[in-house]
């Protein structure tokens, strides 16, 4: 990334510290994320708000988020309402569209850089299936697989495709609707309409521009410089004609929403900088995506940290055991508590920088029973060993319903996400939804014989319905226990 000295390379929002680390800075870009360093060595928890300031865009405030439960008739997720996604680029103006009954869809990715998913992977999408649901609107999931094989020295391609499968598995039991849910592999699916977006960009991005905002310099392969335009073509909606169909003076005008953690608004604001200098035939701008950042899950170590598939000690995996979950949780997790009993019930605990109160805040949805923890705990009623055996009992049954979701996932269940198909969606239910006719489906974005049809065989429409039913049944079970529920503080 570049200095704020360099903000004309993008003439959206100044841009942030240089990628390289600084002792006493922190660092967050898409490839490093450190606190700053205090004069004791320890990196400290990362200020959020200074992100808004350097990134350049806006907190998401109570006022955002009592407009979001007028228009959609929705109480906000609890990572809306805890802060946890706490910062947005034009969301304002995706309610607008919802309002007026105007297609927009979501954009989410995975690098599939291991054969697990841990629970800091599983946020975004926990949060991208809640946005799906209360939206009702189309979704692409990126699989970069390209992207882990070139910014890898080790990674071989059939290495990171291998992971790319399994990955896929793991995104399906997060939940999504097969009917509004489109994944896919870079290494397969691009080309087409989704290669003319990214030659696009590409002619319209320097390498000065790339160097200054990723901080690449001589050394840098090719490929690393080259794939931003590759994850920003996904932001537009001609990349996928067989969603959205080919008239792409149309479909350039329909914005995507991307649920993503902050340290990938480097890409977007150089998309969004592109998207204003890119009009269609007709001379109409294209269309900017409009982001929501959220923070980062601390990995067990504490706060300036963040989890890593390759640092077991780090994570929660969703394949780990009951047993597993426990005793990371009990030999890693960091405490806020004080060093003895006795102090510890005289001062209380510092919940900002706990780790297994931190992790309550992502994974407990009961407000009310969150807050008499978080009293508790700073008042020295609660001890730290207490803390977490609450922690734990929640991670494992998170973790436990997540493996059986997972059980039921199979490959021809992945095969019918990742198939090239059109898509429905209703959008919302009080004002008509405007969704552009499908024409030419069939070629895909790729348009080679591998993509298929566009068509479902009966395998596939029968798992089709079966997912549609179970899907049916948990949205039943989750309305009733919502209607159970007690009142809630936010």
Known sequence: MATSANAEALNESPIPEAIAPKQNKQTIDPYNVTGEIGADGIAKAIDYSKLVEEFGTKKIDQALLERFERVTGKKPHRFLR????????????????????EPFFLYTGRGPSSDSVHIGHTIPFEFTKWLQETFSCPLVIMMT?????????????????GYCRSNAMDIVAVGFDPEKTFIFSDFEFVGGAFYRNIVRMSKMITLNQARNIFGFNESTNIGRIHFGAIQGATSFAS?????????EDKTNLIPALIPCAIDQDPYFRMTRDVASRMYTSKGQHVAKPSLIHSRFLDALQGPGTKMSASVDESAIFMMDTPNQIKNKINKYAFSGGKVSQEEHRAL?????????????????????????????????????????????RELQTYVAGFQERRAKVDEETVSLFMSTRPLK??????????????????????????????????????????????????????????????????
């Open 145 to 161: 697989d390209d992207e882990k094989y070139l910014f890898s020295e080790k990674r071989t391609i059939e290495e990171v495709q």
């Open 348 to 392: 209380g605990g510092d919940t900002s920088v706990d780790v297994s109160f931190q992790y309550l805040r992502f994974f407990l949805e009961d407000d009310v029973e969150l807050e008499k923890i978080r009293v508790s705990y700073e008042a020295g009623e609660l001890l730290t060993g207490e803390l977490k055996a609450i922690c734990i």
């Open 425 to 490: 969606w209703t959008g919302n239910p009080r004002a008509p939804i405007v969704v552009p006719q499908i024409e030419g489906a069939a070629d895909g974005a790729g348009g080679e014989a591998k993509q298929g049809d566009g068509k479902l065989t009966k395998n596939q429409l029968k798992k089709l319905e079966k997912l549609k039913q179970i899907e049916a049944k948990k949205a039943q079970k989750a309305k009733e226990k919502e209607a159970q529920a007690p009142p809630t503080v936010a």
């Open 239 to 247: 990349s996928f004609p067989h969603i959205f169909g080919t008239d």
């Open 82 to 101: 805890r802060g946890i996604v706490f910062s947005h680029r034009d969301f304002e103006l995706i309610l607008d569209r919802y309002e007026r009954g």
